[in-house]
């Protein structure tokens, strides 16, 4: 079983679309992540939720907007799609908030991405 | 501004060399960690160092830190081919919870 699964792996789409990508995970984790990698490679937190909380909110237009219905899921919406957008979105999730001195609580799980690509 | 930068970019080594990345950083951290990603794939953890240690190993792997240079290096002993991917330093800052600012990676390929 995939431990951090993100749906769909691919999306492509046209400007001006909405869209969603979803995140599970299965190891019981409490807080979950969404990244944006560009295509320099940088990677960039956008948003984290521990149980359902929003806990972390860069700088993130409001176009983007993460959902979390249960603590082992969060779902990112985005509004109006730019041409912008087109990166590659990974969903991570650790089992708290992290920041302790237990190893094991700050290290991050990720999904495999989504491409998505705006035309 | 991205937090991390990494040195080199790309790297190109021979089977069974060492592998030596470097890591630069700005503020103050909690941890530092590195993961691996392979082409296509997500990120899979490494190795984690807290602020006040200097020296960590796993297996093939050895990450130093120094805190007054604001500086962790990663070194791969005994390359295969099997190690080719991008690697990745992450800072680990904590506001009120942890956030992790990740370099802009090194990507390594060992050559058979």
């Known amino acids: 079983d995939t431990a951090v699964s993100q749906t769909p792996k691919y999306l492509v789409t046209q400007m001006g679309n909405d869209k969603s990508i979803k995140c599970e995970q299965n190891?019981?984790?409490?807080?979950m992540y969404w990244y944006k990698q560009d295509s320099k490679k940088f990677l960039k937190i956008m948003f984290s939720?521990?149980?359902?909380?929003?806990?972390i909110n860069e700088t993130v237009p409001n176009r983007f907007s993460p959902k979390s219905p249960d603590k082992a899921h969060l779902n990112l919406h985005i509004n109006s799609l730019e041409l912008g957008d087109s990166a590659v979105y990974f969903c991570?999730?650790?089992?708290?908030?992290?920041?302790?001195?237990?190893?094991?609580?700050?290290?991050?799980?990720f999904g495999a991405g989504t491409r998505l690509s705006v035309l | 501004s991205q937090q991390g930068e990494e040195d080199p970019q790309a790297l190109s080594i021979q089977e069974g060399e060492n592998a030596t990345m470097n890591c630069s950083y700005k503020?103050?951290?909690?941890?530092l960690q590195w993961y691996r990603q392979n082409s296509g794939r997500g990120l899979v953890h490494l190795i984690l160092?807290?602020?006040?240690?200097r020296e960590k190993h796993s297996g093939r792997l050895r990450v130093t830190l120094d805190t007054s240079k604001k500086s962790s290096s990663l070194l791969i002993t005994a390359s295969r081919a099997a190690d080719t991917a991008s690697y990745f330093c992450?800072?680990?800052?904590?506001?009120?919870?942890?956030?992790?600012?990740f370099g802009q990676g090194t990507r390594l390929t060992i050559n058979p």
């Open positions: 190891l019981g984790h409490d807080t």
């Open positions: 160092i807290r602020s006040n240690e």
């Open positions: 991570a999730s650790s089992q708290d908030r992290g920041g302790t001195a237990f190893v094991a609580k700050n290290i991050q799980y």
């Open positions: 503020t103050s951290i909690n941890n």
């Open positions: 992450a800072t680990g800052i904590i506001q009120g919870a942890q956030k992790l600012v």
């Open positions: 939720y521990n149980n359902k909380e929003l806990i």
